[in-house]
């Protein structure tokens, strides 16, 4: 079967790899690089275990800072915009217990299989990739914050996560680098087996393995619009003219819902904009971390990729606006000085800012949709955890793909 991948970030490459090892025949249209996309600067982080929704009870007492404060790491700015309106009811109708607990464990379940078709990828293609597997800490500045992660982790242990909570002094035992913030810590989450590696180069790899194995790339290439047949895509209109196809799967992060508009189809898929700095380390023992760190309050994660730092945060629901305020990426400098006050000079910041396909409950579509065409499949809407959910998204695509049924979740 001939499969055409819109999309070239890491959901759609993971999803081009898993079509190809099943004896597919791929194309790949992107109207830019691999991994140009929300996938090139994000958190590097590979959390398959803590996968706490944004659509959360404590949404709720955080309203008021997310509207009208300037500091907040997390903003919503209304906007003339029918999709954010309606994603934003539908993000608060989803912050209650109930739907978090049921997301989680989807989330959760997705993540699981995610790492055991990463390792796959990697068995397979042998990526460069700044690949770790040193854990990760969650820090919580007061205890009171640290009780109500209590409250998750317990959760996230009754569905198969091995977690637990730890002080001050243990968090520092796990990444001496943090000793500097001892007294800024009530304590952490510990999750010894989650990962971290460069996104950007598994993008490239994957590119490059794929190219090997036949997958044909169409970069540079803008979609303007589809060719139908009765209630099937017969073809993409491109600025390369038509690409046809016996399926099609739609990859496209936060541009999936004006395309899957185009079709007739439903897609709650608002980006949710975050920025991103990388930085070279001090080499010296205990400058720069070697687990991943999550700053719960500050909603900045810090992750090691080699011999450089990633620091990464925010989310803001502003629209697709690409530019990149200074005051932002002086607020993630300004929290590696604060945590890791010796783990870099700062000097070259590298800033980026992506936009994080969102829905309102924090699930990906996955799959047919009863409303679009019945060999159009889509795969997008991963929020934050593109990087994490990649490849157990794209084994769910390629199983629908030959076995029709509902979205998965």
């Keep these: 079967m001939h499969v055409c991948v819109l999309g070239a970030g890491i959901v759609g490459l993971a999803t081009a ?12 249209i992107d109207r830019a690089a691999p991994g140009a996309g929300a996938s090139g600067g ?11 929704p944004l659509a959360d009870p404590s949404i709720w007492k955080q309203l008021p800072k997310l509207l009208f404060s300037p500091t907040s ?3 919503l700015r209304p906007q003339l915009d029918p999709l954010q309106w309606r994603w ?3 993000f608060l109708a989803a912050c209650n217990a109930g739907t978090s607990r049921d997301t989680t464990a989807k989330l959760l379940a997705l993540a699981a299989s995610s790492r055991t078709e990463f390792e796959a ?10 690949f770790s597997a040193t854990g990760k800490l969650v820090l919580y500045a007061s205890s009171a914050s640290l009780e109500g992660a209590r409250a998750q982790l317990e959760l996230q242990r009754t569905m198969g996560s091995e977690q637990r909570i730890v002080s001050p002094d243990e968090c520092i035992a ?4 943090l000793a500097g913030y001892r007294g800024q810590m009530a304590g952490a989450v510990h999750t010894p087996s989650e990962c971290a590696a460069d996104c950007l180069k598994v993008c490239a790899e994957l590119m490059r393995a794929l190219q090997a194995r036949g997958v044909r790339f169409l970069l540079g290439t803008d979609v303007h619009g589809f060719a139908r047949n009765g209630h099937q895509v017969a073809a993409m209109n491109t600025s390369q003219g038509d690409i046809e196809a016996d399926a099609f799967v739609m990859a496209l992060g936060s541009a999936s819902h004006k395309l899957g508009r185009a079709l007739g189809a439903y897609l709650p898929v608002y980006p949710l904009k975050g920025y991103s700095i990388t930085v070279e380390v001090d080499p010296s023992p205990g400058a720069a971390p070697t687990v991943n760190v999550t700053d719960s309050a500050r909603k900045v994660v810090f992750a090691r990729i080699g011999s450089r730092l990633r620091v990464a945060g925010m989310a803001e629901l502003v629209g697709h606006d690409a530019s990149i305020p200074a005051t932002r990426i002086e607020t993630l400098a300004a929290a590696t000085r604060a945590l890791f006050p010796h783990a870099s000079r700062l000097e070259e ?5 992506g936009m994080r396909p969102a829905t ?8 047919r949709l009863d409303s679009a065409p019945s060999n159009m499949l889509f795969n997008t809407g991963h929020g934050a955890l593109g990087f994490t959910l990649a490849f157990g998204s794209a084994l769910r695509v390629a199983q629908a793909l030959v076995a029709p049924s509902a979205p998965t979740p």
Excluded: F
Excluded at 121 to 130: E, L, N, R, T
Excluded at 174 to 177: D, G
Excluded at 360 to 367: D, R
């Design 174 to 177: 796990i990444e001496p680098a």
């Design 73 to 75: 790491p997390l903003k």
């Design 121 to 130: 990828m990697q068995a397979d293609i042998a990526p460069d990739c700044d």
């Design 349 to 353: 910041l590298h800033p980026w800012t």
């Design 360 to 367: 309102p409950k924090g699930l990906p579509i996955i799959g």
């Design 88 to 90: 934003g009811i539908e």
């Design 17 to 28: 790899w898993q079509l190809e090892r099943r004896g597919h025949q791929v194309t790949v």
């Design 42 to 52: 994000n958190g590097a982080q590979l959390s398959y275990s803590y996968v706490q």
